[in-house]
């Protein structure tokens, strides 16, 4: 292993940009079918409300007055609270794959997080005791007023229940929601702790034990405003969220949140019904002489399906119906967000695979329209404040937020594949925009679905649509599960690998049979490096050959260096005859470092994309050091002694909160190599060649510094074994001062080189 390595290792970072920019022009998939940039409407859209109505406002757009009808109707309807339910159970035993907390608050749901062991929080270690959704026990109460307990959590093992008052924490007193938020913060899974509340007037004390953060795929992102655990908002809008798109001649404009009159995002719905694995909400607007329905019904294991993990419970169904309950018949149109919230986690150190040039975020809104192709919008691009595109009139299969190894994605259930049920489908961006372009990849994006708008007659049949989501991890057999209507495609259309799928679909199956044996992936990495190696061991045996042979030529190179060190044509003939002498190709290893090549490369893209590798640690889950080989090592975080340009993780030199020894291991053991195979340089030339492949490691370590763990166990692994090919090989006698520069001889007194007598009478007068 000498230069040669350096070479691969250089050649694999070309690899990967080159990767996207042949993908670009040759490869990458068209635009879906009838995409456009929308057109103008020919009726005017409704601007954002203002605090005072413009004098100039057509009557038209204006709320009519109730009918006695609807007015009769606004009485009957109840005044909804605000509520919080669940559906399904944080506990992986449960005939459920997840925990969903929805709120009547716009009728959506605020969080949803899986309950599998293998797909745990990777960011957050403190102590979980389940999403209460505090807030501030009321006046003259002093505490966190627990509002839902889910099913399955360590709350509801100990006991507490929804109305609960919590007043202490062990010895920790809570005096409101942000305390016991803070005092959560500071706990540990597996830690007992006493919790003091009040019910029913009456005092008592509870005991949990904690358990270790869930992965949310949905939450409700944090912003930069003042946070307010009693109202809100603090956070990005909620997920699935529905608003009117049309009511007769008003339409809903792109910046518009809600048409004049119709509260239907941020007000309270009736809870109508509330099981385990069903939650219905009604809404009713008396002025508008409508009644919308929400309702979400999710997925159930089968008792002889629950050890199969790939089943399809990920998922849920979403109905919505829309009646005219009203006198008169009207036009309605509506508009209904996606999911939000998905996890960003290794912000400082993740990547995923892009389908285009443009990057990929940490979230990107994927899409397929029968017919097309799949099409990736990337987070950056849609933070672009000039982004614009909407797709107009095409027949959605599906479309989804994709996250680096989870996904959330809307099937709607339609009779007809080709049939077009929305006149208009677009990304959309939910959060702000960050500040540094950088981190445009952090941004939370979405999409927004435009219905098609439908005549309803009062009294006739309702405005109704049923969409399948998915919520879950990408994984290749669980989304091939999940199938738009009357397709041949599926969900699985989301794992993408890139340029290089095609090694790196059939090492992930190696990976995983490896492991299977085994059971730790570290292990596995470790043998389909052996694997790769010893399948390359003539090429690997030739390369070390190779640079032993060069070596030892290394002494009669110097010395044709030191003789035509002014006359570089007659050196270069000269190294050139040595080198056929003795049967020596200076190109003869770049040949294994070609063949490792794809194999480097399809490595690193399935650490992007396989979520069996990112929980997966080195050396057992109590050990916290390389707990996940999808990510660096993580030694020691050293965010408080390094400047912020550092532990930020943005730019070259931002190298993360975390010490990695693992890449330093990597490139230390490269460069020992280095030292220990490469021979000393014959002239100035070949001495400054190794004081910049030396700098060169140095570039690449900071460059490697961010890399996922696994890919460290590789290139150690590999370069272990590269040590050992080159120790094994049998010590060779160095060629003849008097061969080798009798050869240089020879050369130097070619035909063409100047000393007058051609080659043959010279070697006859020198036998005489």
Known sequence: MDKRFTSFMILAVVAIVANQIVYTVFFAPPPPPQAAVPQPKKVAKV??????????????????????????????????????????????????????????????????????????????????????????????????????????????????????????????????????????????????????????????????????????????????????????????????????????????????????????????????????????????????????????????????????????????????????????AHRIAYRLDGPTGLPIEGEWYANKVSRTWSGAGLRDVVAHFHGGATTQVSAPQIADPEFKLTWSQSPLDYIAVDAQYFAAAIIPQKNNATDVLFEEVKPTRVGAIPKDRANYKLTDVSFRLESKTAELAPGGPPLEQSFQIFAGPKKPNLLAEYRPPGTAISLKDLMYYGWFGWVAVPMLKILHAFYFLVGNYGLAIIMLTVLVRGGMFPLGRKQAQSAQKMQELQPEIKRISEKYKNEPEKKTRAQQELFRQHNYNPLGGCLPALVQLPIFVGLYKTLMVDVELRQAPLFGDSIRWASNLAAPDMLWNWSAVVPDFISHGTGFLGLGPYLNILPLVTVGLILWQQRATMPPPADEQAALQQKMMQYMMVFMGIMFFKCASGLCVYFIASSIWGVAERKLLPKKTAPSQATASGSAIRVASSPNSGNGAPAGKKRKRDRK
Not at 69 to 87: C, G, I, N, R
Not at 170 to 192: C, F, G, M, N, Y
């Open 47 to 328: 601007e954002p409300a203002k605090a005072q109505e413009p004098a100039a406002k057509k009557e038209a757009d204006r709320p009519k007055p109730a009918t006695p009808k609807e007015a009769a109707l606004a009485e009957k309807s109840p005044q909804a609270v605000p509520q919080w339910l669940t559906l399904g159970s944080a506990d992986p035993n449960s005939p459920y794959r997840m925990l969903v907390i929805l709120t009547n608050r716009g009728a959506a749901i605020e969080r949803l997080e899986l309950n599998s062991p293998l797909y745990r929080d990777l960011e957050d270690r403190s102590g979980y005791l389940g999403q209460l959704v505090p807030g501030d026990a009321p006046q003259p109460q002093k505490g966190a007023l627990v509002r839902i307990v889910g099913a399955g959590t360590p709350a509801a093992a100990a006991g507490l229940q929804g109305g609960d008052v919590i007043t202490a924490l062990d010895d920790r007193t809570i005096a409101s929601a942000a305390d016991l938020v803070e005092a959560l913060k500071e706990t540990a899974p597996q830690q007992k702790i006493r919790i003091s509340i009040e019910r029913d007037g009456a005092q008592r004390q509870l005991a949990a034990e904690l358990g270790r953060q869930p992965l949310q795929v949905m939450k409700p992102e944090e912003n930069s405003k003042p946070v307010d655990l009693n109202r809100g908002p603090n956070h990005d809008p909620f997920s699935f969220l529905l608003t009117l798109q049309q009511f007769d001649e008003r339409i809903l404009g792109d910046d518009s949140p809600e048409l004049d009159g119709v509260e239907l995002r941020d007000a309270a719905w009736e809870v109508t019904a509330a099981k385990e694995n069903l939650v219905s909400f009604r809404k009713v607007l008396p002025k508008l002489g409508l009644q919308i329905v929400k309702t979400y019904h999710l997925q159930q294991v089968p008792p002889n399906e629950s050890q199969d993990s790939d089943y399809p419970a990920y998922s849920f169904l979403l109905d919505i119906s829309i009646a005219n309950v009203g006198s008169e």
